[in-house]
């Protein structure tokens, strides 16, 4: 299954660190400053969603009379501490990269997430080295479970998607990949847990840590 494999391009959130959960807790800030209670089912409701995506989302479903850069930039804000110094990698990540990269294979980000964050963590973890290109999806027409952002990925790096492994751990975001014509694995996130069958059914692979995958390219 592997033999064609140019290239693995990662989420980021939830896949190749654990920062799920903070974005909940900024929604619950963000929010209860305004008055606001979380809605049970927001998370799920803005799953794939590019930051741009979610600004545009909360402006309308909650009445916000800031503009959307000023939305994203608060969150950028709120969130900014977490990235650049106590998100961990999840197990086995940065083992992985530097196989990967001593292996010739491209490797890329297709996120959600802002650019800035993103960044914040790259540098905290040393790993910005391993990536020819990074993506988001504010720069493509549409979020996930739309396959844009995978897409430009692989443009970006001049392979077919048909030759990139992708790693994420949410259903839009398999759907993403492999509707870009890409092979997923996913890797178990505590925020997705209760869509588990659902993802097992619909990726190659369920993985808790990359130790799990270290020897499909070794």
Known sequence: MYKDIKAVIFDIDGTLIDSMWIWRQVDIEYLGKRGIPLPE??????????YSETAIYFKARFNLPE??????????LMAEDYYKCHIKLKSGAK???????DKGF???I???NSRELVDYMLNNHNIKQYFSNI??????DKGKPHPDVYLKVAEDMGIEPCCCLAFEDTVAGVMAA???GMKAFVMADEVSL???DKLIEMAEGYIHSFDEVMGYFE
């Open 110 to 112: 297709a996120t959600s």
């Open 135 to 140: 993506r988001t999806s504010c720069e493509v």
């Open 41 to 50: 089912k927001l998370q799920s409701d803005i799953e794939g969603m590019s």
């Open 178 to 180: 492999k509707a870009a």
């Open 106 to 108: 491209k490797i890329g």
């Open 67 to 76: 503009p959307l850069e000023v939305i994203k930039e608060e969150w950028r």
């Open 95 to 101: 083992e992985l990269l530097k196989l990967l990269y």
């Open 194 to 196: 209760e869509s588990k």
